[in-house]
């Protein structure tokens, strides 16, 4: 079964790039997914099948997937970037959904 | 317009049932391709995936709680209800549903959740 690893934690200035991993063994074989969450609210969609953005979310998120880790990236990160963010793919062996255990994403 | 929404209770005892509504408009669920999930979150903690229903009524759950759990279909061809017996205050959280789109129209599988409820919040304790 698959345990997502991310980090608990990530800050970043106004203007410059977030970046969090999500990490498993072969991961890159897999399509992950990402979610934000805002303090309150429930989790939205930014990222699916490891880089395709849905409507509505902008170009400044962008992921990536390849060997043991896949990542979300955030460029010009912005005070309304703040959340935490979720990865996600689906265990096909065992037909269950997994999520990482979540990186809260700080705006200095 | 996709919307979802779940009810229930606010406030169970220890060993008593829960059941959960969600009830959703803008699909179908008899669409071939529909998938409803459910999803909890414990306070600061993170999202746990508990299981979902097919538009074929092919159903799946969380390894460590499908003995507790059960997915169904609601009276109303718009709901889906979940029941989880045997409720411990360690279940205390926030309880989502949220749809996926499992086959794509061009037929490609898919895997995440594009639309998700505002969630319920369900406290348990005596």
């Known amino acids: 079964s698959y345990v997502l690893t991310q980090p608990p934690s990530v800050s970043v200035a106004p203007g410059q790039t977030a970046t969090i991993a999500c990490g498993e063994n072969?991961?890159?074989?897999?399509?992950v997914h990402w979610y934000r969450q805002k303090s309150g609210q429930a989790p939205v969609l930014v990222v699916h099948?490891?880089?395709d953005r849905p409507s509505g979310i902008p170009e400044r998120f962008s992921g990536s997937n390849s060997g043991n880790m896949a990542t979300l990236a955030i460029s010009r990160v912005e005070a309304g970037d703040e959340a935490d963010y979720y990865c996600?793919?689906?265990?096909?062996?065992?037909?269950?959904?997994?999520f990482g255990g979540g990186t809260r994403l700080t705006v200095l | 317009q996709v919307t979802l929404k779940e009810s229930g209770p606010v406030l169970v005892k220890p060993t008593q049932t829960l059941t959960l509504t969600c009830s959703f408009s803008?699909?179908?669920?008899?669409?071939?391709?529909?998938?409803l999930n459910w999803v909890r979150q414990p306070p600061g903690k993170a999202l746990e995936w508990l299981g979902r229903?097919?538009?074929?009524?092919?159903?799946s759950y969380s390894t460590s709680l499908k003995t507790r759990l059960t997915i169904s279909r609601g009276t109303s061809k718009n709901e889906v209800v979940l029941t989880m017996t045997n409720m411990d205050p360690v279940d205390t959280a926030t309880y989502y549903c949220a749809r996926t789109v499992a086959i794509a129209p061009g037929g490609a599988f898919q895997y995440y959740m594009d639309v998700w409820g505002k969630g319920t919040t369900v406290t348990v304790s005596s």
């Open positions: 229903i097919d538009w074929d009524g092919d159903k």
């Open positions: 072969f991961i890159g074989g897999r399509r």
């Open positions: 996600q793919l689906w265990d096909g062996g065992s037909d269950v959904v997994v």
């Open positions: 803008g699909f179908s669920l008899t669409t071939r391709g529909m998938r």
């Open positions: 099948d490891d880089r």
